[in-house]
């Protein structure tokens, strides 16, 4: 569907011309300083997860947040993914716990 590139460029522009907006400010109207992510690191989590998410959205059709306002229509694609998306949620939560996840180094 090539509405969706439509929708990606909108808020790729959107969100260029919001954060050259933003970075100008000294803080957040609603906190005194940025709280920005200390962790820049590319790694086999990151990856995993990135790469889990774009194929749960394009099989299901959803994105997460959306699925939950779809299911008040209760379209049959829609109870079908928030329950595998929970269930990946857990899985998820659970893998950390798998070495291969785990921060070497730190």
């Not at 990606?8 to 907006?21: D, E, K, Q, W």
């Amino acid at each position: 569907d090539p509405s969706l590139a439509f929708v990606m460029g909108g808020a790729s522009l959107t969100a260029f011309v919001g954060y050259r907006l933003v970075w100008r400010q000294s803080a957040p109207i609603v906190s005194s300083r940025f709280d920005l992510p200390e962790n820049t690191a590319i790694n086999a989590p990151l990856l995993t997860g990135a790469t889990i998410f774009g194929v749960g959205w394009g099989l299901g059709g959803f994105c997460p947040g959306p699925a939950w306002t779809a299911l008040l229509f209760g379209a049959p694609g829609t109870l079908v993914f928030l329950p595998a998306m929970l269930a990946g949620i857990l899985l998820g939560g659970a893998a950390k716990s798998f070495s291969i996840f785990t921060a070497k180094g730190a």
